[in-house]
């Protein structure tokens, strides 16, 4: 059981726009910032979003990060075949001490 | 180009002691906070342990809390895990990333190496 809470699976048509959630507590999001990670099948995970809505240099702006309250919103316009793959969440969690992600969840573009 | 090359994993039993190391190379090493996250195969990411860029702050996660000690070699542009007391729960993909700043709490996982296997099983 993840502290952070996703939904296990989207999907869209290429193209299309998708979201994904990510919901916590004021321990987690409500109090840190956070941050979105990709996940292509077989490889390790890259950073897509951080301080909420910031992009790392090279992330394209189809990658969008928000926040409000206890949840986050990661969003993906434009969607390709290659956007195929799993995205997590991920905050420090200040009662914990500790990085928490989510379950992940895995985006299909049908 | 930042890398990050983990090594140390392998196949061992339950109770056995491993060390893994992260060498880093293409960043300032010692500007940046250093982590460790595994990885169950088919599972999701668990962060397992991180260190301030001076080692004055270290966090673990309670799984591993007491049985595996982060550290660092600014010097040497090196992170390591030494893990004791291994677990078949512990079995993963272990990967290192360094984080966006320099200290704990973690403010995002920036690049990530491309993870080394412990399998831990009698």
């Known amino acids: 059981q993840s502290v952070l809470t996703q939904p296990p699976s989207v999907s869209a048509a290429p193209g299309q726009k998708v979201t994904i959630s990510c919901s916590g507590s004021s321990s987690n999001i409500g109090n840190n910032y956070v941050s979105w990670y990709q996940q292509l099948p077989g490889t390790a995970p890259k950073f897509l979003i951080y301080?909420?809505?910031r992009r790392p240099s090279g992330i394209p702006d189809r990658f969008s990060g928000s926040k409000s309250g206890t949840s986050a919103t990661l969003g993906i316009t434009a969607l390709q075949t290659g956007d195929e793959a799993d995205y997590y969440c991920?905050?420090?969690?200040?009662?914990?001490?500790?990085?928490?992600f989510g379950g992940g969840t895995k985006l299909t573009v049908l | 180009e930042v890398q990050l090359v983990e090594s140390g994993g392998g196949l061992l039993q339950p109770g056995r002691s491993l060390r893994l190391s992260c060498a880093a190379s293409?960043?300032?090493?010692?500007?940046?906070?250093m982590h460790w996250v595994r990885q169950a195969p088919g599972k999701g990411l668990e962060w397992v342990s991180g260190?301030?860029?001076?080692?004055?702050?270290?966090a673990y996660a309670d799984s591993v809390k007491g049985r595996f000690t982060i550290s660092r070699d600014n010097a040497k542009n090196s992170l390591y895990l030494q893990m004791n007391s291994l677990r078949a729960e512990d079995t993963a993909f272990y990967y290192c990333?360094?984080?966006?700043?320099?200290?704990?709490?973690?403010?995002?996982?920036?690049?990530w190496g491309q993870g080394t296997l412990v399998t831990v099983s009698s």
């Open positions: 301080k909420n809505n």
């Open positions: 293409g960043f300032i090493f010692d500007d940046y906070a």
């Open positions: 260190i301030s860029w001076n080692s004055d702050t270290i």
């Open positions: 991920g905050t420090w969690d200040s009662s914990l001490s500790a990085v928490v």
């Open positions: 990333s360094n984080d966006i700043e320099g200290l704990i709490p973690s403010l995002g996982l920036n690049h």
